[in-house]
């Protein structure tokens, strides 16, 4: 499991940035059905940087960092600017809907993929909580492309 210093907890209007902070690898919650206080009571226990455009005040036990606009790609530019993310990032590790850490599938036979997945022999990974199947096909250089505009240097020195 890899472990970074940044988790993150996002209310429920910013479910677009939860999807782009696990393209980053980052552990970020989010469940569209919890009410604030929900959320609060989580990003306090879990240690989370409780992410939300509400005007929210931060605490001694709480993180909160408010965001500004409803376009989740200036949200993770301003996340950028205020956090190390491009250093601790570990890109496509995550699954986009649950958040848990991919594994890597070892045999490949009994798994319905497209044809042109088996034909090029593309490396497949799992989620072990929601069993979503993920290769490096062409949406990756979609999303490579996005995280980039958004400022996210995906070749690192």
Not at 90 to 107: G, K, T, Y
Not at 115 to 121: A, F, G, I, P, T
Request: hydrophobic letters at 40%; proline letters at 6%; glycine letters at 4%.
């Amino acid at each position: 499991m890899v472990e970074t210093t940044l988790k993150f907890i996002v209310d429920r209007s910013l479910k677009p940035l939860a999807k782009r902070l696990r393209m980053l690898g980052f552990d970020t919650l989010y469940s569209g059905g919890s009410s604030l206080s929900e959320i609060i009571q989580t990003s306090i226990l879990d240690k989370r940087i409780l992410l939300t455009m509400k005007p929210l005040s931060p605490t001694r036990k709480l993180t909160v960092f408010r965001l500004d606009g409803d376009d989740p790609d200036s949200q993770l530019q301003q996340l950028l600017e205020a956090y190390p993310l491009q250093e601790h990032a570990v890109f496509f590790l995550r699954c986009l809907i649950c958040n848990a850490e991919l594994s890597a599938v070892a045999d490949c036979a009994d798994l319905s993929l497209p044809e042109s997945v088996r034909e090029r022999k593309l490396p497949i990974f799992r989620c072990p909580e929601c069993q979503r199947l993920y290769w490096h096909g062409s949406h990756l250089e979609r999303m490579k492309a996005q995280l980039e505009r958004c400022g996210i240097k995906l070749n690192k020195p």
